[in-house]
Nanobody
């Protein structure tokens, strides 16, 4: 059974940093497109960043230059390093995985991901 478990959320002041982790089990981790999404209550999930097995990285415009997505295949873990956090970054953050290695242009589409973690809350105060 596929499992994605996030950790690392918390409360920080604006300008601070957090690192989120997502540990995967139950499938061939290195071969899948994986992504981070975030969601506010009553809003749709927003794609934050995605990383296929190769070196390409995809970012939402709102986080470019501040967030970095990375993967450690030896640990079956994906990370999201978040710097210069802003109150607008406050949300529940989810990791997601596809059943294929392709991320490509539709990486922001939540419905294209088959597996989801339970989420970790990030709160940024001004």
């Amino acid at each position: 059974q596929v499992q994605l478990v996030e950790s690392g959320g918390g409360s920080v002041q604006a300008g601070g940093s957090l690192r989120l982790s997502c540990t995967a089990s139950g499938y061939t981790y290195p071969g899948n497109c994986m992504a981070w999404f975030r969601q506010l209550p009553g809003k749709e999930r927003e794609g934050v960043a995605a990383r296929p097995p190769g070196g390409v990285r995809y970012y939402a415009d709102s986080v470019k230059g501040r967030f970095t997505i990375s993967r450690d295949n030896a640990k079956n873990t994906m990370y999201l390093e978040m710097n210069a956090l802003e109150p607008e970054d406050t949300a529940m953050y989810y990791c997601a995985a596809r059943g294929s290695p392709q991320c490509t242009a539709n990486w922001r589409v939540a419905a294209s991901y088959s597996y989801w973690g339970q989420g970790t809350q990030v709160t940024v105060s001004s």
